[in-house]
């Protein structure tokens, strides 16, 4: 959904922030993340924990990739017996958009642009603007 | 006197008995037997041995046994040295005293004594033929000894020898040197007041700013010892550190690392790649990309530069006004596209502009040539920048930057400072701020944010930048006298060690991290710290001696590794992005590098093979459908992209369709035949081109231009026919490509200038099924089947950057492609094949945004 006089531009991932323990065990799954390689990164991150002094994995998931995220901690769940709390969660992420301008002559100048030079798209100037997704998270203790 | 028996020890041979006895005793494990319980471990049942079991028992003995033959192998053979890490070690020739730490040097001599290796101390005594210095060398030595201490004598009265001592007056003779500085030294303590206040040094490191002012900056270094060898290829000042790690590579008139000596692989693609589980950071000094900074009273004129310049593009207000980095292509004054170009508007007025060193000048001196009111600043020797990405840069950096005094920008760097993906960051990051001398901090460590960083804290980088602070800050790092200011009391390593000692005596609950910054006396550096916003990684520009202290402290930091030339085209590669200039055919510096350098350097690998070793290209059989009769098994030249050859055969197709409405291959009733009057060849079926090309490349003149030009977008343009005579339009027109990035479907391996092909008509729907993938009875994806083979007619394009990409996990090839063979809006699939072979490969092909 795109909310009026906005063009979005590009979506920004969600902020993550430098710590050894969480990059190390934290899994984020995204929609295109095939099912069966994130079930291996688990259950690989899974043995390794203790190196990292870590208790659970964490995986994350938002947005479209929610019902992946599930499925997978059902699978560790259900399948492989063990013990998985779920949260959920809204998550900040910023959205790089464009302004459009009302007036609507101005829109068919830059529509005739467009056709003209469309590589301008980087060129553009755009802003930030915030807003929430849903989101879930996962703790797999081994 | 014990006659007899045994010798008293003493507490250091005590010591060592023990260690070596400790170190050969072999733990076992006792274990208890209960034969009523526990069967024999060995055995499953009498007859057969259960090795798993048996190995499990064994296991801690094993363990064991490997421990003691590590540990008696190291106790009997210590050495000065620690085994380190293998990405610590670096140290060649450890048996060469000269090149041990003086303080370790006695007892890795009495060591290497008792081990018998008085020959590698001899080695070193003595010259290598075993001769002794002859009178001449060795008035020779005296003389560079004398020179050396007179230099030293001058750098401790801060006497600027800048301008007298450069490269260019390298080959002046040692006697011209030092009777330069004999006066130098005598004139500065006979009479102080005589000698000019602006020949004086502000520090007694011999650190100074080294512009030029609207001419090419004399090359000159503060260290005279070393100017002789950077005759022709200068050094970063980072370079003693980079040339005991990496290889260096000499460029552009500069040496600059090429690769790690480490492999390094993996861990570039894992930290500098796109992905959340990075956790380091890896760093390059791009103090070989060269900054200039551009004023002008009057606005417009800047305006019309940067217009020329930058194609129009960063002329718009976003770049102008609003602080913007700018990253796009460099146009020289003729219109060519010379290679990539950054820039930042400091001002209306002034403009900072990074350009390669290949074409540096070459936008120097045009500017100059177009208006000589310009300020024209030649900051390559005064300006130096580290380039940083991964997760860890801006950790890292926080643990290595301090300001002096309280900074809006610094306290926003540092509340975003815990990101790690900072691609969230938005387009516009800019930070800049004074810093203090970063050799304060004893140990480099984080500045954590107060609270934890969210979206909000990203949301103020856009809207409340403190544009003052930061413009105020880039001033002055585009003045010379500020720059020359930041240098001001640079402390020596020996004047630093003092203070650190100093900080021993504070009380505790005091830190003792930090040397306290002294605000009448310590250098304030400006700082600019900058996102590329299409490169998507950092850029710390400042000061060019200042370079050193920042870099040494952030390689102290872990995980933040050193990376060189290769590590970055790598990057450019896994990014689908285009690196310069292997990836720029187009500019004259991706030209030679392609077609001379990498050419060559190909071209003798392979003659050096044993022809039965070596693969024949000329009898490579089946690559395509039809053979032609002047075509001898591989197209084009076989060690590098031959555009001349797809920019004959392209505009020769589209002369031939033009001029017949269809294409025939080859004429079966005759030979190729030659024009009566113009003694030119006619033009009638593709082996006549093909022919053409031949003729072309015999009576080769002119290496040096460029046969392909840019286009961003596929489009079509037809062949301007009316000119004359055909042949040689055809030979000398240019050929418009487009950059794409193929990323294959099944299998293989693209390797850099394989071929790129269109999929003909005929052949469109068994590919696609291919594309869609043709599966076995059993599922899995078939690979065997017979695939049609295109004609050399459907040659589009070469690879110029080719492998298994890591992140994808298959192969992926960026090249070029003919811009009218590409489809406007439908998926565009095309066929590779790598040189030497007749296997294609599907791959689909996406534009790449230049």
Known sequence: MQEKGYRLIRKCPSIKTMAHKEIKTTIYVKSITPYVS???????????????????????????????????????????????????KSIPVLDEVEVEDEDEAKDKDKDENKDGNEEQDSDRETIMKKRTVPGIELHIYP | MSSGGNKQLNKNQLFKRDKIRNARFIRAQTLKYDNAKTPDLSKENAATLNVHNFIDSRSYDIEQLFISMKNSKSSNSTRVFQSLPRKLRRRTASHNIKRIPKRMRNRAKREMNKNNLQSDINTVTTKKNGKKLNSKELYKAKMSLKLLRLFTKSKQLKLSISDSLTVSTSHKSIRQKIAFLHKLIKDYTKDKSLTDINNLLNNINGSFDNTGINQLSKISHNRIKYLKRQNNFNWLSSHIWNAKRSHMIK?????????????????????????????????MDSSYIGTMILSHTDNTKVNEVIKIISNSKAIQSKYKNKLYWFEGLC??????????????????????????????????????????????????????????????????????????????????????????????????????????????????????????????DILKLQNNLPADEITNILNKLSDPKERNLSYRNQNSLKQLAQRRRQLLLKKPGETKNQI???????PKIPLLLVKRPKSNDWLLILPWHWLLPFWYQLNRISRVYHIGLRQLQQLNYENQQLYFPDDFPFTKAGHLENSI????????????????????????????????PSVKGEIGDYFSCDWEFLRILRNGINYLLQKEGKLTMVSSSRTSSFDEKTSLRNLNVLNDIIELYKDSQAKK????????????????????????????????????????????????????????????????????QVANGIYRSDGKRDHEIEHPKPDINHLIGFVTSGTYHQGQGRGVANGFVDSSSLETSKQNYVLIRNVGTNVYRIAKASLIDI
């Open chain 2, 516 to 522: 306290s910054f002294n605000e009448g006396k310590d």
């Open chain 2, 701 to 768: 003149e002119n290496n040096e231009l460029v046969p392909v030009i840019l286009s961003s977008k596929p489009e079509k343009y037809p062949l301007d026919l009316n000119k004359a005579p055909i042949q040689l339009s055809i030979i000398e027109t240019p050929l418009k490509v487009t950059p794409i990035s193929c990323t294959f479907l099944e299998k293989g391996h693209p390797a850099d200038y394989a071929r790129i092909y269109h999929i003909p008509k005929e052949h469109y729907k068994h590919w696609l």
């Open chain 2, 251 to 283: 460029r552009w008139g500069f040496q600059i690392p090429y690769a790690p000596t480490q492999k390094c692989y993996r861990l570039t693609h894992r930290l500098g790649g796109n992905t959340a589980a990075s956790d380091g950071a890896l760093c």
């Open chain 2, 597 to 628: 350098f990498k050419r060559d350097s190909n071209s003798k690998k392979w003659e050096r093979k044993p022809i039965g070793k070596r693969l024949n290209y000329t009898k490579v059989k089946n690559i395509h459908a039809m053979d032609l």
């Open chain 2, 331 to 456: 146009y020289n004054f003729n219109g060519d596209v010379l290679g990539p170009l950054d820039l930042l508007w400091i001002s209306e007025n002034t403009v900072m502009i990074r350009l390669h060193p290949s074409f540096f000048e070459t936008i120097f001196n045009s500017i100059l040539d177009y208006d000589n009111e310009f300020n024209l600043q030649d900051c390559r020797f005064s300006l130096s920048s580290i380039l940083i990405r991964g997760a860890k840069t801006l950790t890292a950096l926080s643990s290595i930057i301090r300001t002096p005094n309280p900074s809006e920008s610094f306290n926003q760097f540092i509340n975003i400072s815990s990101i790690s993906d900072y691609s969230s960051l938005p387009k516009r990051s800019i930070f800049a701020f004074n810093s203090i001398d970063p050799r304060y901090l004893s140990t480099p460590s984080p500045i954590k944010p107060k609270k934890k960083t969210t979206s909000d």
């Open chain 1, 38 to 88: 994130a079930l291996k990164r688990i259950t690989k991150c899974l043995e390794t924990l203790d190196k990292h002094g870590a208790t659970y994995v964490k995986v994350l998931g938002m947005g479209k990739a929610i019902e992946k995220t599930l499925s997978l901690g059902c699978h560790f769940q259900e399948n492989k017996n063990r013990k998985v709390d779920i949260f959920t």
